[in-house]
């Protein structure tokens, strides 16, 4: 079974306790995630009059921040991850979806803000393009798609070949041989990676990229602060829906 599925988080969302580890990441990386809200609050350039729809909002870590500086926030994820979000905070403007966006209904529905945030790589290689392309079909004119956090092989390569990335590395090594902080989720589900999952290089990325532009919108790679939690081996492609 693959590590990183949509029916994975909902077991974590269930069954595990430290809320950094649920989300995906490490909780040596917990003061690092509280950077993401402000760094998507620019990149997506939320304003107060916004519609968003959080694709993949996991029990609400960013999602719920950023629905108190919008009009409207939708919630999208499995059900045992959006009964933990909403053990957590019920927003009065927030609505709820649980199921695997790539199946759920939207009607005429359209959202000036998109965000799926360290969701790509979850998903089977074959549903990529469906799912960014349903993505960008819910975008208002001159609406914003984030697909953040997307793990580059070749940068993580570059970034590790580098005198600062061999000291992090040791670092790293040193702060998780202290607290293996995935030993919770491991002992929930027995994972392995799963080669059917998409998997990012610089060439699938540009290649993502220019397909989007291929679709009529605007679409850029946007680096990430190194002090975000996965700074230096992840990258962003923001979409721009022309009006
Ligand atoms: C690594 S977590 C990131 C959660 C959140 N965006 C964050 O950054 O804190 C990925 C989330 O995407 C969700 N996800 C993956 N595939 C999905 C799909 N097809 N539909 C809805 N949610 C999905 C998973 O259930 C999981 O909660």
Partial sequence: MGEVTFEN??????????TTAISGRYCIQADAERRIVNDLISKLSIQSSDSLLDIGCN??????????LVAQATAVDHPDCLARLQERFKGENVRYMAGNFLTLPFNDERYDKILSYSVL????????????????????????????DIPNTSLKQRFLDSDEGIRFQEEWNRLCSQNDSTKECKEVVDCKPDPDNAQFDDE????????????????????????????????DILVIRPR
């Fill in 9 to 18: 988080y909902g077991k974590y969302a269930k069954c595990v306790e430290n």
């Fill in 59 to 68: 029990i609400g870590t960013v999602f719920i921040p950023l629905s108190f």
């Fill in 121 to 148: 790589h979850c998903l089977r290689k074959d549903d990529l393009v469906p799912f960014v392309e349903k993505a960008i079909s819910l975008l208002a004119p001159g609406g914003r798609l984030l697909l953040g």
């Fill in 204 to 235: 699938s990325v540009l290649a993502l990229t220019a397909y989007i532009r291929k679709l009529g919108c605007s679409a850029y790679i946007l680096p990430q602060n190194p002090e975000l939690p996965f700074g230096h081996t992840r990258e």
